[in-house]
Structure formats: C-alpha cells, structure tokens
C-alpha cells in the first residue's frame, strides 16, 4: 500500500461499520471452529488418517484456517454486494491464507517425518517465510520486490536467469514436493491401516517406493513448470551415477537394502532379531535404516547394509517360543530326585512358562562344591523381557530349597598344614 492507502485504510478501520467486519469475521471464525470440531469428535478413532486436516484438537490442523479463509471471503463478497465497507478482510483474508499454508506445510512435515531430527526447525524457518510473505503482500511491498527482482539477471552456459524465475521455481518445487509429500503421507496411512505380520513389511515397502516416485515426479513437474529444459538434467544424472559409484555407494547399499529386507520379508516389524550382540524387537523399517528396540528400552538404529550382509538372529520368525536355562548348586548329600522335582515345580509357577513341552531338571555337572543342575524351560513373550522370568523362577527355587532343608554350598577351601620336621638330635657332649 501507499501512504495515501494506509491512510485511507486507517480511516475506514476507525468507522463503526468496522464493527461489522468484526462481527462476520469472528462469526466464519467461530463455524470454522464448530465444524473441526464435530468432525474431530468424530474421527478420533482415525486420528492418523485425519491428522494433517484436523491436527490434534480440530483447531490445529489445515481445516480449520481453510474453513475460515473461505467463509471469510464468502463474507466479504456478500458485505460488498450490500455496499458495506470491508476494510477488516483486507487484513484478514491475506493473513488466514498465511496460516493455511503454514499448517498445510508444518502438518505435512510431521506426518511424513515423524521422528526427524531437522523437523522442528525447518517448521519455524517455514513459519517465518510464510508470514514475512503475507506482511509484505499486505504493505504492498512484495510486487514491488518482485518487479525489481526481475532485473537482476545472470548467465548460466546459454540460459539468462534472473531471480525471479529462481523463486518461482523454489516456490514450484516446494509447493509440489508439499503436495506429494501429503499424499505420500495419505497414501501409507490408508495402507499401513490395520496392517499386521507380513502385510506390515510388505506395505510398508509398497509406501516407501510410492514416496519416492511422487517426490521424483513432483521435481520433474515444478522444474518443468518453470521453463527448465529436463533434457539438460541427463548430464546430471551421468555425475550422479558416478557419485554414487564412488563416494555414495554405502549410502545407496542402505536404499537397497532396505527394499531388499522388505520385500523378502526374512525379518519384519514386530521380529525380535539379534544383530551385532544387540537384542530387541523392530518397531520400523525406513528406506535406510532400521530401529530395533532393546529389551531394556533402548533403541538402536541399524543401517540396512548390516541387515543384508552380516548374520541376524531372528527370535520371532519360526516359533515365538525362546528356549532359556539357569543352573544351580546343591550339595553333594542332597536328595537328588527331590531335587529335580522341586526345580521343576519352581519353574512351573512362573505364568510365562510354557506348560507344553514343560520344563525340565538336569544333573550336568559334579562341581568342585556340589552338584550342579540346570533347569532349562521355553518361554512365551520373549519381548517382554527375560532377565525377569529369569529372577522370579531363582527365587522360587531358591525359597524351595530353603524349605526342605537343602543345602546351596558356598565355595569351600581345605588347607592341609604340614607339621614341621623335628629338629636333629645335639650331637653328645
């Protein structure tokens, strides 16, 4: 705006027919409001499905703004054609299309990377943009910058670009990618819905590949859009093969890989796998990498190369039964038969031992203190830990054996002393 509009704009704002505005754009407001909500209530059991429309509350979502944006605007053109004055919208409508491009972009962000590290600044840095944009679209500043950024102008071998077209084309990319990244995020929730076993790994490969193409097809369409000449891109993609060859060959050894574990399905999410000494259950399979939950709580990440090309110890693929053992020493006197019986009594009382096959007591070894048994029995659950089931069964054993009076010996020394040689008789006098 100009000096003489601001004015103009000023005066207008201080009428009381602004108060008008005001009363229509809280009014679109408050529907907007109504309807995200109805509709939250409604889709609570399907919140990821629902979450880039409705967010977590109705209110935070791209709805919301969305609904606003539109009501406002059917507003204004309804107060206009009763030759009421609209000052207030033209603050309003620019900065509720501010905030719907906001949401739109922080929601799809989250959506398609949950658990990235870069995330959280990357929505702020888009926040920010977004609302210088909208200030300098308000003031009038932005065609200006845009006119004059027209004539900043550069060779690049025998195409004149000027900065213009390079936001146009940034903006092109990143609406585009915005828009495949949505409905990548759309399309792997609607498949990973109710998805378990084997249509989990398999799914979610299938949502992987579909991310990929669409944010390829995306880039090719923005930079077409712009004028750029995709033919120049095969040269390219010639340094990028080669870069790949060279210096990126683990990092694309990971990609495939990780199609590869997917599609094989030779471990899957949901596995309690073994690999590199570390034990726990997988939670997710990315295109470079797998998370394997340990048994403790911590979470390993696992590049895909490893998972394809070393030994892996999978708990869970044939029998969901682990197999698990501890020893122990009574002594020598004690009633061997009772022994075995209580040992095997002891592991019966554990609920997460099996009944079939049942557990068994072995004599294994005379040791140097006692005799030494191992109670070995199959478990359920292996994810739920079995350091656990471990303690309760020794101290069930334990308690047993205290109470029929059998001994658990404790390392013994015998220490013979010899008896020092007489002295010679003295020689006689």
């Given at each position: 705006?100009?000096?003489d509009?601001?004015?103009a704009?000023?005066?207008?704002?201080?009428?009381?027919?602004?108060?008008?505005?005001?009363?229509?754009?809280?009014?679109?407001?408050?529907?907007a409001?109504?309807?995200?909500?109805?509709?939250?209530?409604?889709?609570?059991?399907?919140?990821?499905?629902?979450?880039?429309?409705?967010?977590?509350?109705?209110?935070?979502?791209?709805l919301f703004?969305?609904?606003?944006l539109?009501?406002?605007?059917?507003?204004?053109?309804?107060?206009?054609?009763?030759?009421?004055?609209?000052?207030?919208?033209?603050?309003?409508?620019?900065?509720?299309?501010?905030l719907?491009i906001?949401?739109?972009?922080?929601?799809?962000?989250?959506?398609?990377?949950?658990?990235?590290?870069?995330?959280?600044?990357?929505?702020?840095?888009?926040?920010?943009?977004i609302?210088?944009?909208?200030?300098?679209?308000?003031?009038?500043?932005?065609?200006?910058?845009?006119e004059?950024?027209?004539?900043?102008?550069?060779?690049?071998?025998g195409?004149?670009?000027?900065?213009?077209?390079?936001?146009?084309?940034g903006?092109?990319?990143?609406?585009?990618?915005?828009?495949?990244?949505?409905?990548?995020?759309?399309?792997?929730?609607?498949?990973?819905?109710?998805?378990?076993?084997?249509?989990?790994?398999?799914r979610?490969m299938?949502?992987?590949?579909?991310?990929?193409?669409?944010?390829?097809?995306?880039?090719?369409?923005?930079?077409?859009?712009?004028?750029?000449?995709?033919?120049?891109?095969?040269?390219?993609?010639?340094?990028?093969?080669?870069?790949?060859?060279?210096?990126?060959?683990k990092?694309?050894?990971?990609?495939?890989?990780g199609?590869?574990?997917?599609?094989?399905?030779?471990?899957?999410?949901g596995?309690?796998?073994?690999?590199?000494?570390?034990?726990?259950?997988?939670?997710?399979?990315?295109?470079?990498?797998?998370?394997?939950?340990?048994?403790?709580?911590?979470?390993?990440?696992?590049?895909?190369?490893?998972?394809?090309?070393?030994r892996?110890?999978?708990?869970?693929?044939?029998?969901r039964?682990?197999?698990?053992?501890t020893?122990?020493?009574?002594?020598?006197?004690?009633?061997?038969?009772?022994?075995?019986?209580?040992?095997?009594?002891?592991?019966?009382?554990?609920q997460?031992?099996?009944?079939?096959?049942?557990?068994?007591?072995?004599?294994?070894?005379?040791g140097?203190?006692?005799?030494?048994?191992?109670?070995?029995?199959?478990?359920?659950?292996?994810?739920?830990?079995?350091?656990?089931?471990?303690?309760?069964?020794?101290?069930?054993?334990?308690?047993?054996?205290?109470?029929?009076?059998?001994?658990?010996p404790f390392?013994?020394?015998?220490?013979?002393?010899?008896?020092?040689?007489?002295?010679?008789?003295?020689?006689?006098?």
């Amino acid at each position: 705006m100009r000096i003489d509009d601001w004015q103009a704009w000023v005066a207008a704002v201080t009428q009381p027919a602004v108060l008008a505005d005001v009363a229509a754009v809280a009014a679109c407001c408050l529907v907007a409001w109504a309807i995200a909500y109805v509709l939250r209530a409604r889709t609570r059991n399907e919140a990821r499905s629902w979450g880039i429309l409705l967010g977590d509350k109705g209110f935070d979502g791209v709805l919301f703004p969305a609904l606003c944006l539109l009501l406002s605007w059917s507003a204004r053109e309804a107060l206009t054609a009763l030759d009421v004055p609209t000052p207030l919208f033209r603050i309003a409508l620019p900065a509720l299309a501010a905030l719907v491009i906001m949401r739109l972009g922080v929601r799809v962000l989250r959506a398609a990377f949950p658990t990235a590290a870069g995330v959280g600044v990357l929505e702020r840095s888009l926040s920010w943009l977004i609302w210088l944009v909208a200030v300098l679209w308000i003031i009038g500043l932005l065609p200006v910058l845009l006119e004059e950024s027209e004539s900043v102008r550069w060779k690049v071998g025998g195409v004149s670009l000027s900065l213009r077209s390079v936001l146009e084309a940034g903006v092109n990319v990143a609406v585009t990618l915005l828009l495949a990244l949505w409905l990548s995020a759309a399309l792997e929730s609607r498949l990973l819905r109710n998805a378990k076993g084997d249509h989990l790994s398999t799914r979610k490969m299938i949502a992987n590949v579909l991310r990929v193409l669409l944010m390829f097809v995306a880039v090719l369409v923005s930079l077409s859009a712009v004028g750029i000449d995709l033919t120049a891109l095969s040269v390219l993609g010639g340094a990028i093969g080669v870069g790949i060859g060279l210096g990126l060959q683990k990092l694309a050894s990971n990609y495939v890989s990780g199609f590869v574990v997917l599609s094989e399905r030779a471990i899957r999410i949901g596995d309690v796998i073994k690999v590199d000494g570390f034990e726990g259950q997988i939670t997710d399979i990315r295109a470079r990498y797998t998370v394997i939950r340990g048994l403790s709580g911590r979470e390993a990440i696992v590049p895909n190369d490893s998972l394809v090309t070393q030994r892996i110890e999978n708990l869970s693929l044939a029998d969901r039964r682990v197999w698990q053992t501890t020893v122990v020493s009574v002594g020598y006197d004690s009633d061997v038969d009772l022994v075995r019986k209580l040992l095997r009594e002891a592991a019966f009382s554990a609920q997460r031992v099996l009944r079939q096959p049942g557990p068994e007591a072995y004599l294994t070894a005379f040791g140097d203190d006692g005799l030494e048994f191992t109670v070995g029995y199959w478990m359920s659950e292996p994810e739920a830990g079995q350091m656990g089931l471990r303690s309760e069964i020794n101290l069930a054993i334990l308690a047993a054996l205290r109470a029929n009076g059998i001994d658990i010996p404790f390392p013994q020394r015998v220490v013979h002393q010899a008896e020092a040689p007489a002295p010679p008789p003295a020689p006689p006098a």
